[in-house]
């Protein structure tokens, strides 16, 4: 059974860090497009960053230059780190798996992560 579990969120300032994992099982992670999503109170889920089987990474205008998206074939997981943090990256975070072969996908729970001014 795929499942997909989002951590590392909480609660930090203006201008600090977090590094969010996203760790996948049930699925070959290997040929699989990973994707960070973000749904603010009030707002539509959006999305953040991708980074393809290959490696190749793709971030948002919102935060390019902030936050980076990384995987580890070897864990199954893939990162979010975000940097300097401003209050308007407060949201719920959620990770998404496509698969490249087929039109299976799935979304993970979510982390929630608020950011303090």
């Known amino acids: 059974q795929a499942q997909l579990v989002e951590s590392g969120g909480g609660l930090v300032q203006s201008g600090g860090s977090l590094r969010l994992s996203c760790a996948a099982s049930?699925?070959?992670?290997?040929?699989?497009?990973m994707h960070w999503y973000r749904q603010a109170p009030g707002k539509e889920r959006e999305w953040v960053a991708a980074i393809t089987t290959g490696g190749s990474t793709n971030i948002a205008a919102s935060v390019k230059g902030r936050f980076t998206i990384s995987r580890d074939n070897t864990k199954n997981t893939t990162y979010l780190q975000m940097n300097s943090l401003k209050p308007e990256d407060t949201a719920v975070y959620y990770c998404k798996a496509d698969d490249k072969y087929s039109s299976n996908s799935y979304w993970g729970q979510g982390t929630q992560v608020t950011v303090s001014s």
């Open positions: 049930g699925i070959g992670f290997g040929r699989y497009n």
